[in-house]
Each structure stands twice: as structure tokens, then as C-alpha cells.
């Protein structure tokens, strides 16, 4: 059990990374774990969400104080990254969250989020539904594979 215990550990940690400034890729951690089977394909897959949406709760919280930390060198989003995702937000309003699991664009659509004060419990649900939807959809394709 201490073992399992670190896998889900694990992987919630890099879920939620993944979803800040650091370059770690969760799909290919929940993958790698589909594949070497012992743990329910449910818990993986709510694990894994779990750390991915409160990484993007965290982009949305230095969203909201976004002129005090614009410009750290760990701040989630590039100032170019920025600029095209609130084109997006604007454009498409809280639905552009339902991208907010794709690369390059998900993670300043987040920061964003924040920015323009959307309120957290459609964020929550947005971000919730996409980053979920995701992973479900990858654990599908990989276990029919």
C-alpha cells in the first residue's frame, strides 16, 4: 500500500505541475501507469484531474494579483502566451476554458481567467469538466489500444 501511495502521490505532482510553468507532461505519466495495470484506471484518472485542475486554480489566483508578479521568471505564462489567450478569453468568453487542457494556449487561458475575474465556481467547473474530459478520453484510447 505504501507504494500505491507514491504512485498516486506522484502523479497528482505532476498533474499539478503540469499545469503551471513547469514543462512535465501528466498525459505521458497517466499513460505510463495505464500500462503497467495494478491500479483502478478510475482512481488514476481522478487523481490526475484533481492535481491538474488546483495547478490551474493556482494560475487563476496569480491571475487575480497578475501586475505584482508579471514579471518573476516563474510566472505561468509568457507575455506573448498571455496576449493570445486573453484574445481568446475575450472572444470566447468563460467557454475558451474548455480549452484550458490544451498545450501552449490551456495554461494563459487560466492566468487569464484570473485577470478578467471570472468567479471561481464557473472556473472551477470549466476547467473541471475540460482537464477531466481529457484525461478520461486519453485512458479510453489508451486501454482500447
Known amino acids: 500500500m505504501p507504494g ?13 505541475a503540469a499545469a503551471t510553468v513547469f514543462p512535465l507532461q501528466s498525459e505521458a505519466a497517466l499513460v ?12 488514476l484518472v481522478a487523481v490526475a484531474s484533481v492535481g491538474n485542475v488546483l495547478g490551474s486554480v493556482l494560475n487563476w489566483v496569480l491571475g ?14 509568457s507575455p506573448a502566451a498571455l496576449e493570445r489567450a486573453q484574445g481568446w478569453y475575450r472572444r470566447w468568453g468563460h467557454w475558451s476554458l474548455m480549452f ?11 492566468v487569464v481567467a484570473g485577470v478578467l475575474r471570472e468567479p471561481l465556481p464557473r472556473f472551477l467547473l ?6 477531466t474530459g481529457r ?5 479510453l484510447l489508451t486501454l482500447a489500444w
Do not use: C, N, Q
Not at 495505464?34 to 482512481?43: D, I, S
Not at 487575480?64 to 505564462?77: K, L, M, N, T
Not at 484550458?100 to 487560466?110: K, M, R
Open 100 to 110: 484550458s487542457w490544451a498545450p501552449f494556449v490551456g495554461d494563459p487561458l487560466t
Open 32 to 43: 505510463a501507469l495505464l500500462l503497467a495495470g495494478g491500479h483502478p484506471v478510475w482512481l
Open 135 to 139: 484525461y478520461v478520453t486519453l485512458a
Open 64 to 77: 487575480r494579483g497578475i501586475e505584482r508578479y508579471r514579471d518573476r521568471p516563474w510566472f505561468p505564462a
Open 4 to 16: 500505491s501511495l507514491a504512485v498516486y502521490a506522484g502523479l497528482f505532482g505532476i498533474a499539478f
Open 126 to 131: 470549466m476547467v473541471t469538466l475540460a482537464k
